[in-house]
């Protein structure tokens, strides 16, 4: 008997009269966005806006965030801005209850903010360093996941995509914390995905390549030859683009055409980091 893991899921319709359903697209779509207001959050939020998703998008800093709301407005995006820290389980929750208020459904979660740290060496990292990435990190995740749940378990369907880092698999030399705590974002995203899988929730998480807006300024050449470095040994030899080149999988992870892919690990890095 077959096992359908998305039970309101797009089904393939079979030969037939008049076009297909589309499954890859998210117009319409209600998709929560963390740490919207700037770099690679703020990509995605424009493409899935420019592609007729509905957004409530956050950051921590209101300027910010209001700079961004700026942008969407000028670009005809319905959206809703929230400011808050995702290390605040409360305000994850809120911020699921005024989305599903002010749209009416909630599809989708982008759970991407996460607090950093100066790269920093293991023997001199310090409580709160630890305390930031994991507050930040895997429980920001964990917050916000459980917050959209019951609306995407009521509605039969949802799709929440996490954020994970190549330095966390490779053990990055200065990035402790960091890698650490994108490993639990990890290790979460497969523990949900198989939890909420029977909902018609998938959890996948992506690993990203898009730091040019991290690069270090030009006063600090030690720090920019390490960072060109990484670049050198690069296949494409380039960064990624937040809008054209890492929104598109995090869209169809999003979207319909993926319901059968759950707790899997995407690198969207340009082949940066190829594993077997
Ligand atoms: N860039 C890369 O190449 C790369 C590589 C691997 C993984 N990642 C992951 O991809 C995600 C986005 O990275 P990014 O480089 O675009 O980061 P970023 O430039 O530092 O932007 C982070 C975004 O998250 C928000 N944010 C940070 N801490 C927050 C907090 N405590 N509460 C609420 N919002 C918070 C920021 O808002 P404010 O402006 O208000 O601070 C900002 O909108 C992160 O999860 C990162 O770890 C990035």
Not at 99 to 104: C, D, L, P, S, T
Request: with cysteine; charged share 20%; proline share 8%.
């Amino acid at each position: 008997m077959r096992q359908d893991a998305n039970p309101a899921g797009a089904a393939d319709p079979g030969p037939g009269p008049g076009p297909a359903p589309d499954p890859y697209g998210v117009r319409g779509h209600v998709v929560i966005v963390t740490g919207a207001s700037r770099g690679i959050g703020r990509g995605i939020a424009r493409h899935l806006g420019r592609r007729g998703a509905r957004l409530a998008v956050t950051g921590r800093n209101p300027k910010r965030l209001a700079d961004a709301s700026a942008e969407f407005d000028a670009l005809g995006i319905e959206h809703l801005a929230v400011a808050c820290d995702v290390a605040d389980k409360a305000a994850a929750v809120d911020l699921a209850r005024r989305a599903h208020e002010h749209f009416g459904r909630l599809d989708g979660l982008v759970a991407n903010a996460q607090s950093f740290r100066p790269v920093t060496p293991l023997e001199e990292v310090t409580e709160s360093d630890m305390d930031l990435l994991f507050d930040t990190g895997p429980k920001g995740t964990l917050w916000a996941m459980q917050a959209v749940l019951p609306y995407f378990r009521a509605a039969g369907r949802g799709r929440i995509v996490t954020m994970g880092s190549a330095v966390g698999m490779s053990g990055g030399a200065g990035y402790g914390p960091y890698s650490a705590s994108k490993e639990a974002v990890r290790s979460l995203t497969r523990t949900a995905a198989r939890e909420w899988a029977r909902y018609g929730v998938t959890v996948n998480c992506v690993c990203p390549a898009s730091a040019a807006h991290r690069r270090p300024p030009a006063d600090d050449p030690d720090r920019r030859a390490v960072f060109d470095a990484m670049y050198a040994q690069h296949p494409m030899g380039r960064d990624g683009d937040p809008d054209a080149d890492i929104a598109p999988p995090v869209l169809f992870l999003l979207s319909d055409a993926s319901q059968y892919i759950t707790g899997e690990t995407f690198m969207v890095d340009g082949g940066g980091q190829m594993r077997a």
